[in-house]
């Protein structure tokens, strides 16, 4: 069974640095397009950042300088590197995946890890 774990959520400071992780686990014959979104209470989950299988990566708008996606696909696993972190990035944070199981799919399909939550506050 495929499962996507998130981890190195915290408490930070304004100002401050936290690094996310996320690791594809089970029977997997190849990862592609990944994400990170997030959720904030009260508010619709949203895109923070995305890489494809080749590396390339892409931010919304609000996290555009500060944020760090990358893959080390032989790990099956996603960073989300935050620095000069603010208040209004509080919020969980979810591992997204398109991804082709072993025991001979072909199509890939789409899962969710549970989430780690960042709080940013003084």
């Known amino acids: 069974q495929v499962q996507l774990v998130e981890s190195g959520g915290g408490l930070v400071q304004p100002g401050g640095s936290l690094r996310l992780s996320c690791i594809a686990s089970g029977s997997i014959s190849s990862i592609k397009g990944m994400r990170w979104y997030r959720q904030a209470p009260g508010k619709q989950r949203e895109l923070v950042a995305a890489?494809?299988?080749?590396?390339?990566?892409s931010y919304g708008d609000s996290v555009k300088g500060r944020f760090t996606i990358s893959r080390d696909n032989a790990k099956n696993t996603m960073y989300l590197e935050m620095n000069s972190l603010k208040p209004e990035d509080t919020a969980v944070y979810y591992c997204?995946?398109?991804?082709?199981?072993?025991?001979?799919?072909?199509?890939?399909?789409?899962?969710w890890g549970q989430g780690t939550q960042v709080t940013v506050s003084s």
């Open positions: 997204n995946a398109d991804l082709i199981p072993g025991g001979g799919s072909y199509y890939p399909y789409n899962y």
């Open positions: 890489i494809t299988s080749g590396g390339d990566s």
